[in-house]
C-alpha cells in the first residue's frame, strides 16, 4: 500500500474544471479546452507522496522545464501555450503555472540512459540487461554506457511502481511507427541536454520524458530535465563503483531509510514527516542545480 500520506483539496477556481490530482501536479481545464498544470510543493519517495512540502520546489520544476524546452524546440515542439495565471487562480500559483495544449499521451515513461545506476543497475546485475539490452561486462553503479540507451516504462499510477519494458513491448502497445518516434525522440533530446549539462558541470546519467500527439505530431509535455524527473550528478566528484552526490531527492530518501525516522518502508504504513533540515538541504539542492545549469541566480 502507498500513495498519499495526506491527499489535499484541490482549490476551485471559477472557468477552471479540476481533471486529476498527480504526485506534484494539479491539473485542470479551461473553458477553451487547453489544461492547466499547477506545480505543488510536494515531494514523493518510495512510492508515498510525503507529507511535507519543500518550499519553492514546485516554481523551481516550472521554471527549469521552461529553460529547456526553450532550448529544444528545433528537436521537439513542446506543449507550452502560455505562462500566464487564469482568472481568479490563487497568487501562489505565479511562477508554477503552464497553460498546455491537451494532447492524445502515449502511456510510455520514455527514459533515455547514459549512465548505469537505479533499477538499471538492479536489473544489469540480475542479467547483463537494462530493458532487454544486452551491456557489456564490468559495469558498476555510475559507469558510463558506451552509448545513451532507450529504455521505457510502462506509466503507473499513483502509488503503483513504473515497470520497465522492452522496446519490443513498447511497439506492442502503441505502434511500430510511435515507438520509432519515441525512441529517437528520447535520445535526441538526452543527447543535446547531456552536452549542455556537461558545459555547466553536471552529468545527466538519466532522465525520463512524457509525450502525447497533437493531430500527427509528437509534442513533449509534462516536465522536462528537472530534478524530479533526472538524476544530476557533479561531473567533479563522478567516482564509479558507488552511490554518487547527486542534486535531487536524495536527502529524503536517506532520512527515510534511516535509523532516525523509524520508518519501514516495507511497511503499509505511511512515512513520518520531514525534519527541518532535510527540508532545507533538499531545497537547497533543488536551487543549486537551477542556478548551475541555467547560469541564473534564484530569487
Not at 512540502?53 to 502560455?82: A, M
Not at 549512465?115 to 553503479?141: H, I, K, Q, W
Not at 555547466?200 to 530534478?227: C, H, S, W, Y
Amino acid at each position: 500500500m502507498s500513495g498519499f500520506v495526506e491527499k489535499p483539496e484541490p482549490i476551485q477556481v471559477p472557468g477552471l474544471v479540476h481533471l486529476h490530482t498527480g504526485k506534484v501536479r494539479e491539473l485542470y481545464q479551461n473553458e477553451a479546452g487547453d489544461l492547466v498544470m499547477v506545480a505543488s510543493d510536494r515531494m514523493s519517495a518510495y512510492d508515498w507522496v510525503l507529507p511535507t512540502e519543500i518550499p519553492d520546489k514546485g516554481r523551481i520544476l516550472t521554471q527549469l522545464s521552461l529553460w529547456w524546452f526553450d532550448r529544444l524546440t528545433d528537436l521537439v515542439p513542446n506543449h507550452v501555450i502560455s505562462t500566464e495565471l487564469p482568472e481568479g487562480a490563487p497568487a501562489d500559483w505565479a511562477g508554477r503555472t503552464l497553460v498546455c495544449r491537451s494532447l492524445r499521451m502515449v502511456p510510455v515513461e520514455c527514459v533515455a540512459r547514459g549512465y548505469l545506476t537505479g533499477s538499471g543497475l538492479a536489473e544489469y546485475d540480475d542479467s547483463r540487461t537494462v530493458c532487454g539490452l544486452a551491456l557489456p561486462e564490468g559495469l558498476v553503479d555510475g559507469s558510463e554506457l558506451p552509448a545513451p540507451i532507450f529504455t521505457p516504462a510502462t506509466k503507473a499510477e499513483v502509488g503503483e511502481h513504473d515497470e520497465n519494458v522492452s522496446y519490443e513491448e513498447v511497439a506492442r502497445q502503441v505502434g511500430a511507427e510511435t515507438a520509432a518516434q519515441l525512441r529517437q525522440a528520447t535520445l535526441a533530446v538526452y543527447g543535446r541536454a547531456r552536452d549542455i549539462a556537461r558545459e555547466r558541470g553536471i552529468i545527466l546519467a538519466d532522465t525520463k520524458f512524457e509525450f502525447g500527439f497533437d493531430g500527427e505530431t509528437l509534442v513533449i509535455a509534462d516536465e522536462v530535465l528537472t530534478p524530479d524527473s533526472s538524476r544530476f550528478w557533479p561531473a567533479d566528484q563522478w567516482q564509479p563503483g558507488r552511490a554518487q552526490p547527486s542534486y535531487d531527492k536524495q536527502f529524503v530518501r536517506d532520512w527515510l531509510t534511516s535509523a532516525e525516522s523509524g520508518w519501514d518502508r516495507r511497511s503499509e504504513q505511511p512515512p513520518p514527516p520531514l525534519p527541518q533540515q532535510v527540508v532545507e538541504a533538499t531545497r537547497a539542492k533543488y536551487v543549486e542545480a537551477y542556478e548551475r545549469l541555467t547560469g541564473t541566480s534564484w530569487s
